[in-house]
């Protein structure tokens, strides 16, 4: 039987502390049967008031020889779990295409999450930056992100309603005319946002109709832009030769880029295959067009990394173009490509001070888009220059 035990002198065990020893001793008992030591006795209530339990059945004084349960020491009830390896950050670089959301998919977090890991090194991200836009990210940048994990919410503060977005310093450095430290060719998408000036940019390999109509078109109103030919269309096509005359022509108006020979993904290629393809197009093209395509490069469908950069800039292309507004004129309106009215008004939207448009003389509406881009884009005080101008070289 249990006996509570007696309290300080003077004083008398209490019915509460009486029906505390009580419990205790349950539990102790549920202990017990829980290790296999037998069932647990029946326990009933005394009278009420008494605290006490009336006379419980006894409890085994051995476990029988058939068990196979220790008396002493209970069967592990918790296996403890593996620890999992802690998520390694990864850094990824932005395409031509890409916003947070579709990042964040792909890395199964959220794009508020990749906005807070980044936000020092863009301040754009930051929601306490008075130029806080989370919905612009650049072609080229590198973001750190971090597969599978999601910030907390509350971590992240909204900014203040009483700020307004403000033009952001540029996070890629604009090129000037001293080398570039270690080789590497330097990650270009916009010039400086303080001009006034906007760097029309055609892609060419492919499809080349309309090609010579968007030419002369440029030619007939005076409108500079930058023409990036792969060095097999632009030699060894009857069209593209044509328009690498007319840059021959019209220096002034005209610049000119490698786009490599027969636009394949650099990233797949070894850097003795990517010297090549460069330099096997400036061979083609520099004697027809009169000038080296030097120093600019533009690599097919925008794909590259640091590997491809170094090895574009040993090869002696020392800006690696890429481009902050994309007119997507190359996808057919079957498939969904955008008609001019489209792509005039992606361009008036998205372009300011320094962009660089990516365009393509076989768009399927870049001819009939062509007078809106321009008209739209000095209405807003922006005139179309070179790469040359637009970024000093």
């Not at 390694?88 to 964040?104: Q, R």
Request: hydrophobic share 40%; aromatic share 6%.
């Amino acid at each position: 039987m249990f006996h509570p035990r007696p309290g300080p002198p003077g004083q008398h065990a209490s019915g509460p502390r009486i029906r505390q020893h009580i419990a205790a001793a349950i539990l102790a008992l549920a202990v017990l049967g829980g290790c296999g030591i037998g069932p647990l006795p029946a326990v009933t209530a005394s009278p009420e008031g008494s605290g006490m339990p009336t006379s419980p059945a006894p409890v085994p004084a051995s476990v029988p020889a058939s068990s196979s349960v220790s008396p002493t020491l209970p069967s592990p009830s918790f296996v403890r779990p593996t620890p999992t390896p802690e998520p390694s950050p990864v850094e990824y670089t932005v395409v031509a295409g890409d916003t947070l959301t579709s990042i964040a998919r792909r890395f199964a977090t959220t794009a508020r999450s990749i906005a807070f890991w980044n936000r020092a090194r863009y301040p754009s991200l930051d929601p306490a930056s008075p130029g806080y836009a989370p919905d612009r990210i650049e072609v080229g940048w590198r973001l750190t992100i971090i597969p599978g994990v999601v910030v907390d919410e509350t971590e992240l503060t909204p900014p203040p309603a009483s700020l307004s977005p403000t033009v952001l310093p540029s996070p890629i450095v604009v090129p000037g005319p001293t080398p570039l430290p270690g080789g590497s060719s330097l990650l270009v998408s916009h010039g400086d946002r303080a001009s006034g000036a906007v760097a029309l940019t055609f892609d060419m390999g492919g499809r080349l109709d309309p090609a010579l109509a968007i030419m002369d078109w440029l030619i007939a109103h005076d409108v500079r832009a930058t023409i990036f030919p792969t060095g097999k269309t632009g030699s060894e096509t009857g069209i593209g030769r044509a328009v690498i005359g007319r840059i021959a022509a019209h220096p002034g108006l005209f610049g000119i880029g490698n786009h490599s020979w027969d636009h394949p993904d650099f990233r797949g290629l070894t850097a003795a295959q990517i010297a090549d393809q460069l330099t096997r197009t400036e061979a083609a093209l520099a004697p027809l067009a009169g000038r080296t395509t030097k120093p600019f490069f533009r690599p097919p469908f925008g794909s590259q990394d640091q590997a491809v950069l170094d090895a574009v800039g040993a090869a002696g292309w020392a800006y690696t173009i890429m481009w902050d507004v994309d007119t997507i004129d190359w996808r057919a309106p079957a498939d969904g490509g955008p008609s001019a009215e489209d792509i005039v008004a992606r361009v008036i939207a998205r372009a300011r001070g320094g962009s660089i448009v990516l365009m393509h003389l076989g768009g399927w509406h870049t001819l009939e888009a062509l007078p809106g881009i321009v008209d739209g884009l000095r209405a807003r005080g922006l005139e179309p220059v070179t790469l040359a101008e637009l970024l000093g070289r």
